[in-house]
């Protein structure tokens, strides 16, 4: 299909990719379907800009050749053909291709882009990963009713992507010394627990059975060490609910007591090293999926850690998996609804939501304490607040199935006093803590996620706003459309002193310098779409308005285009313009969720499954639950890739 | 420095059975007069310095050159450290990897192979350590300060350190100076005998995780029996750090007496005592190499500057270029008083330890996202053979980084002939 209209030319390199996919080669070179006829296409209208004279964009087509060897080869031939299939490419100045042209190479293109996925996707390069830290502690906890110190765990390295992403789950020295110390202190604390008057969670009861009730003096006889190994059974069996456990744990841990009974150990002292190695254990601590198709009490392990941050499915789904029942298709959306609306998938919005919106960086986030000294000194409050919020918002939006652009444009928002009392809204009479308020007349700009503090903070420097970095999160959460990284070598815009003079004034070097043009083209003037909000989220007319002692200024000028070319003038026509754009909102929500739920980036592989969900859930307008769910039922979640 | 009592060395020998095969070089050891051996430190200090006030011109290679306004403090020891400027990492970072001033920082890793953060190549400290630190308590010290929060340190995101080990395994750092502490005094309490009963009974966990380990296996298939083997080396790598304790356990350790710093030691004054405590190991021969990866934001904190590290790093504006000079500044103080600590700590052959060690600091990063030509101190004469108080001046953009490297490599063994990216060695100080 060609569009018409003058386009500013948007390159796709490096959109779809995250930084480390992984490299796969084929098994068999695949062959370009129909080459004879793609090649005189790609002479004529692409090979000199993106041959051996020019390479416009770092991208060469003359030296791919007609084999497709690897992911990298199949992710260029993709490119081209989206390129070539939304009309951006060749350039609208160019001499464009006719109709006939355009269908004879778009279907073998269509062709040979399918086959190498297919390929691919067989190959299967899903790799083992460790819990990490998040997922063991929550883990443990809901098996034994006890939490383990997370500090005794290294960090996660956590900056790329999300914590799930299995390439940095290794276990290294540091990380094995960590378990085993945490598995320790947890042994310790358990101990302490039981010999206290505190009362006692139900897991803790079950395991330890009498011995709860047995008197120091009983313990040291030489009869006691027989009860050892009944409970290290318990022990193991609930623990271990769900994941596979060695036919030698239990001998092992009963053999590490008796070690210590002889040493002079006393009964409890005696249990700490056999639930190291229980808790320490390969079994415990690796997600472990046998074969390329999981069975079920796999997949159950792995809604469980998607949706309740654990490694740790319940009753009710570990006995639908044993008996083979849990994929029926409606078991599995009650399964789903379920989970989504249970207590522990506030775990879920919590970590999905913090990582996919990337709310840390409101830490990182210096205010300046000379131009905002009201909100410097209420910052860690004011932060928190506005973490919850963006929690609880996409909390109600997922578990009530709402459409994904309410996303961004919403009539409700939900608050508590401080941030009510910050935004100026409304707050029910007589209740506390965080509740659902409707928003009216000016105040629905408050709606969708561009208009909650959070977003607005992060996205500004601690003194102004940065609307290159607004126009970057809203391309690539919203609109699925992540631009290529800055450049390494790009030289600093020398910051203006003069104090008058309008943001866009400053940034106007993005679009007069050639270099940069092509891709702030698409991203400053989304950014200026939310000028209306200030740099602390507090609604402004000018440029800096809350600044100490200031008063008037720079207008604020809350105009720009979307990058398919429709403007606004005001943030409501903004954000009513980019709802609009709900299949972009539903592919950035499904793909951030898929990334989440199977622990890498999102690549060419996973286009086919993300088209095939989106077309699944158009009819009924791209509902959240309904697109978690299709997720979860997607192929890609019961295999490993 | 510290003298093992000879008699506990041989007796232990003979008793042989729990020495690992690389002990034995501590017998051959015990034989000859002992030489004084080199220490390396490598300082990384993450997002680059203030572009102007920090470089030396570029037209006053050699000895003659004025010391940049900005390094003041270092006046006193102009003679003794060099600047060697446009070293460049070869190899490229991430593209998300803006403010990457550590990462391969030591290793060049990137421009030899496709690598990713956890597996990479051997950095130059661990090669060292390799070559040097088998006669020692700890191989080496991997080292970073508190509150470094990943890429807003200026080092990279997900950096644990500056330092990968022999397997190209990414290594995590003792955090602070506090742990730094514990792991050197921390075991004087418990007695030999109660350490030893310790150390035999984690053996027995292990063991047993070991079965845990082959039950797993041969229910995986191929390629997760690839990841498993992490699991197997962490196991065997910590079997061989307990033996090493285990060993260790019956020596004298030789170390001063010094107060017990605060569990929340931060800042400037993490920093200093990391100096300390580096330059009191080297003294004890408990390490004879170092990396450090330096905090930038707790610095700024103690300075009392507004801008964050990025920000700062950026400086947009009359406050950040001020931050940005006060860290320079500041940094220029610490490295000072650790070269005066190094110098002030007397060697058996009436040198001092600064003159049996090399200290490398700098960033792959120059400045703001810039990661080529960045900056470089060197300082020490690494037993010998060095010459310094140099401007050293290399062709921009095209001298790898590695050279350092290999030539600080080839300072213990004159076998190293490359390390990755090397072209040559710096002649104009190694000779």
Redesign the interface.
């Known amino acids: 299909m060609l569009h018409n209209k003058k386009r500013i030319s948007f390159v796709l390199i490096g959109s779809i990719l995250g930084a480390f996919f992984s490299f796969v080669s084929l098994a068999v070179a695949l062959e370009v379907d129909q080459y004879d006829v793609i090649k005189p296409f790609l002479d004529k209208h692409c090979i000199s800009c993106h041959g051996p004279d020019k390479q416009k964009a770092d991208f060469r087509i003359d030296t791919l050749g007609s084999t497709i060897k690897s992911s990298a080869d199949a992710e260029h031939w993709q490119e081209m053909l989206d390129l070539i299939n939304t009309g951006e490419m060749p350039p609208p100045e160019e001499p464009q291709p006719t109709s006939e042209e355009l269908k004879a190479v778009l279907e073998p293109l269509y062709k040979t882009t399918s086959n190498a996925r297919d390929v691919m996707v067989k190959s299967g390069n899903g790799k083992m990963r460790r819990m990490n830290r998040r997922e063991y502690v929550n883990t443990v906890y809901d098996r034994l009713g006890v939490t383990p110190n997370e500090n005794l765990l290294p960090v996660d390295p956590g900056d790329f992507g999300f914590d799930t992403f299995r390439k940095e789950l290794v276990v290294t020295p540091t990380q094995l010394l960590g378990y085993m110390s945490s598995a320790e202190d947890l042994a310790k604390r358990l101990v302490a627990l039981i010999s206290s008057r505190e009362s006692k969670p139900k897991e803790i009861k079950y395991i330890f059975g009498e011995l709860l009730y047995k008197k120091k003096a009983e313990l040291s006889t030489p009869r006691a060490n027989q009860w050892a190994r009944p409970m290290f059974e318990r022990f193991v069996e609930t623990l271990y609910k769900g994941k596979p456990s060695s036919i030698s744990l239990v001998g092992d841990m009963e053999k590490l007591f008796k070690e210590g009974r002889s040493r002079g150990l006393d009964f409890w002292s005696a249990t700490y090293d056999p639930l190291v190695v229980a808790l320490a254990s390969p079994n415990f601590i690796y997600i472990v999926e046998k074969r390329q198709a999981l069975d079920q009490v796999e997949i159950a392990n792995r809604m469980a850690l998607l949706l309740w941050g654990a490694a740790s499915p319940d009753e009710e789904l570990v006995d639908l998996a044993k008996r083979k029942q849990l994929l029926s298709k409606k078991d599995f959306v009650e399964q789903i609804l379920r989970m989504l609306n249970d207590k522990k998938s506030e775990r879920f919005y919590e970590s999905f939501g913090d990582q996919w919106l990337e709310l840390d960086r409101l830490d990182l986030v210096v205010v300046d304490k000379d131009r905002f000294p009201d909100v410097a000194k209420n910052y860690d409050k004011l932060k928190v607040s506005m973490r919850k919020e963006v929690r609880e918002f996409l909390k109600e939006l997922i578990k009530n199935n709402e459409p994904a652009n309410k996303l961004v444009s919403s009539d409700f928002t939900i608050v508590d006093p401080l941030l009510a009392k910050y935004y100026g809204v409304n707050y029910p009479r007589q209740k506390r803590g965080f509740q659902k308020v409707k928003l009216e007349g000016a105040n629905l700009v408050r709606g969708g996620l561009l208009g909650k503090g959070a977003v607005q903070v992060l996205t500004s420097t601690g003194s102004r706003n940065s609307p290159v970095e607004r126009g970057v999160y809203i391309l690539r959460k919203l609109l699925n459309r992540p631009p290529p990284p800055a450049p390494a070598n790009v030289p600093e815009v020398e910051d203006n002193k003069g104090e008058n003079v309008a943001l866009r004034e400053l940034l106007s070097h993005h679009s007069t310098t050639a270099q940069c043009a092509t891709c702030h083209a698409r991203i400053d003037p989304l950014g200026f779409g939310m000028e209306l909000f200030g740099p602390m989220g507090r609604i402004q007319k000018f440029e800096n308005q809350h600044e100490v002692g200031k008063s008037g200024g720079v207008r604020i000028n809350p105009s720009g285009q979307l990058p398919n070319g429709k403007s606004f003038n005001s943030y409501g026509q903004f954000a009513s313009l980019l709802a609009q754009e709900d299949e972009k909102i539903a592919r950035s929500y499904v793909s951030a969720l898929m990334s989440y739920a199977l622990g890498r980036p999102i690549g060419f592989t996973d286009r086919g499954q993300i088209d095939q969900i989106i077309e699944e859930s158009r009819e009924r307008g791209f509902k959240l639950a309904e697109l978690t769910f299709r997720v979860c039922a997607s192929p890609y979640f019961r295999t490993k890739n | 420095m510290s003298r093992f009592s000879r008699r506990n060395f041989i007796q232990t020998c003979l008793a042989g059975g729990l020495i690992l095969p690389q002990f034995k070089s501590l017998c051959k050891a015990a034989s000859g007069s002992p030489k004084i051996p080199t220490r390396m430190v490598f300082l990384g200090m993450g997002f680059g310095v203030s572009t102007k006030g920090w470089y030396p011109s570029l037209r006053q290679a050699g000895a003659e050159y004025d010391l940049p306004k900005l390094l003041k403090p270092l006046a006193r020891h102009k003679n003794d450290f060099s600047f060697i400027q446009n070293l460049s990492l070869l190899g ?5 990897a ?1 403010h990457a001033g550590s990462l391969y920082f030591l290793s060049d890793a990137s421009a030899m192979q ?1 690598v ?3 597996t990479a190549l051997p950095s130059v400290d661990q090669v060292a350590a390799g070559i040097i630190g088998d006669e020692t308590r700890f191989s080496s010290f991997v080292l970073a300060g508190r509150g470094i ?4 340190g200026g080092h990279g ?4 350190s500056l330092s990968w080990n022999r397997e190209g ?4 750092a003792t955090i602070g100076a506090f742990e730094l502490y514990k792991k050197m005094y921390g075991d004087k309490k418990t007695g030999v005998k109660a350490l030893q ?1 310790r150390l035999r ?1 984690k053996k ?2 292990l063991d ?2 070991v ?3 082959n ?2 296996n041969s ?3 191929v ?2 029996r ?3 083997d ?2 197997s ?3 065997r ?2 079997e061989v ?1 307990l033996q090493r304790s285990f060993e260790w356990a019956t020596r004298e350790t030789n170390l001063p007496h010094i107060e017990p710093p605060t569990e929340k030691i931060s800042g400037i004054d993490e920093v200093k005592l990391t100096y300390d405590l580096i330059t009191l190991a080297f003294q004890a021969d408990l390490t004879r190499v170092a990396s450090y990866m330096m905090p930038t934001e707790t610095i700024l904190q103690d300075l009392k500057v ?3 590290p ?2 700062m790093s ?1 400086y ?3 406050i950040s270029v001020a931050a940005s000079h006060l860290r320079d500044e500041t940094n220029a103080e610490l490295l000072s008083y650790f070269f005066d600590k190094l110098k002030a700590t007397k060697q058996s052959d009436g040198q001092s330890l600064f003159d049996h060690s090399m200290i490398a600091y700098g960033s792959a990063l120059k400045s ?5 030509n960045g900056p470089m101190i060197f300082a020490g004469y690494g037993g010998g053979g060095l010459k310094q108080g140099l401007n050293v001046v290399n062709p921009s953009g095209v001298t790898p980084i590695s050279n350092l490297w290999l030539s600080m490599l080839r300072q213990v063994d004159k076998n190293q002939s490359k390390f990755t990216s090397s072209k040559n060695t710096v002649s104009e100080i190694f000779g």
Do not use: C, W
């Not at chain 2, 929060?149 to 807003?152: E, Q, S, T, Y």
């Open positions: 490229e970072a991430p593209r998300t803006a496709k990713s953060i956890n929060v990943g890429r807003f995101g997900g950096l644990r395994g990414h290594m995590s009963a009974q027995s966990v047993s995780l079965r845990e380990l039950s797993l229910k995986l298939s390629s997760d690839v990841v498993l992490q699991y080396t962490s196991l790598e910590i750090q507004k801008t964050s990025h920000g950026h947009r504006g009359d703001r996202h810039t990661r080529a």
